[in-house]
């Protein structure tokens, strides 16, 4: 059984940090695509920064240059280093793994054209950014 569990979400000011974990067990496959995604109350669900089973990575306009996603292979956990934030910022935020041979990603959003596919998600952290 795959599961996914966030930590590390908080209350911080504006132009803070934080850094979200993500713990990863149960999950084998070798070819993926990992994300971060959030969604603020009212709002639709955002794609914020994704990286591949090769190491390639993808970010929003909205959190380039300013969030960083990474991954432990070793220890299983992926990271969303998170920098200068914003009010805008204020969400829960999710991790998910696209499981598929090929796969895709640009802009903060992970995808596959395969018909065997599965996506694994967490149950979401929740960053509060305030003045």
């Known amino acids: 059984q795959v599961q996914l569990v966030e930590s590390g979400g908080d209350s911080v000011q504006d132009g803070g940090s934080l850094r979200l974990s993500c713990g990863i067990s149960?999950?084998?496959?070798?070819?993926?695509?990992m994300s971060w995604f959030r969604q603020a109350p009212g709002k639709q669900r955002e794609g914020v920064a994704t990286?591949?089973?090769?190491?390639?990575?993808s970010y929003a306009d909205s959190v380039k240059d300013r969030f960083t996603i990474s991954q432990d292979n070793a220890k299983r956990i992926l990271y969303l280093q998170l920098n200068s934030l914003k009010l805008e910022d204020t969400a829960m935020y999710y991790c998910?793994?696209?499981?598929?041979?090929?796969?895709?990603?640009?802009?903060?959003?992970?995808?596959?054209?395969?018909?065997?596919?599965?996506?694994?998600r967490g149950q979401g952290t929740q960053v509060t950014v305030s003045s």
């Open positions: 998910a793994i696209l499981s598929a041979v090929r796969t895709y990603s640009t802009d903060g959003y992970c995808s596959s054209t395969d018909t065997e596919r599965r996506i694994y």
């Open positions: 149960g999950y084998t496959g070798s070819t993926y695509c």
């Open positions: 990286i591949d089973s090769d190491g390639s990575t």
